[in-house]
């Protein structure tokens, strides 16, 4: 278990009551950090260890998403790290993954409230994330259709032209 490190600052604003850890962000931010986790989940998808068998896949992802989530204490990365961890995922197969290296970099520029606010949604909006995954992963019969020329804004658009 993750203990999260706080400034003092944070410290005395989280002892005084002065800061809501359910702080929400706008509407249309919250639908694009549930976008950013069904990308993730594609890519947890794509990366599945091969020693576990593939009927358990979304399940895994899913149990996986709410146990890292705990342990993480807020970190992003970290809860990257574990979710590879539990789904046995082989490092050279995500060395060599361009969707997951895009993912991060697309991460790293993002507030921290934005990261801490996405760690939330994969925990308490997981089974929304992991039904709109494989929908995804099943109307695109490949890995993965999160790759650098369909990452624009029509990426979640179920539409046929998409």
């Known amino acids: 278990m993750s ?28 639908s694009i950090v549930k976008d950013e986790a069904i990308k993730l989940c594609l890519i947890f998808a794509e990366v599945f260890g091969e020693s ?11 149990n996986g998403m709410l146990v890292c989530a ?33 993912w991060i970099e697309s991460m790293e520029c993002k507030p921290k409230e934005w990261k801490e606010q996405f760690i939330r949604a994969c925990e308490s909006k997981r089974m929304f994330i992991i039904v709109k995954a494989r929908a995804i992963w099943n109307s695109n019969k490949r890995p993965s259709p999160y790759t650098e020329d369909r990452a624009s804004d029509g990426f979640l658009d179920e539409s046929p032209e998409a």
């Not at 359910?22 to 509407?27: A, D």
């Not at 705990?70 to 490092?91: H, N, P, S, T, V």
């Open 3 to 30: 203990i999260q490190v706080l400034s003092a600052q944070e410290f005395r604003q989280k002892l005084a009551g002065l800061v809501d850890p359910s702080r929400s962000l706008p509407p249309l931010e919250l």
């Open 52 to 62: 576990l068998d593939r009927k358990t896949l979304w399940e895994r992802i899913g």
């Open 70 to 102: 705990a342990k993480c204490g807020g970190d992003w990365e970290l809860f990257l790290d574990q979710m590879l961890e539990y789904i046995k995922a082989d490092a050279g197969k995500v060395a060599a993954n361009k969707s997951i290296d895009s």
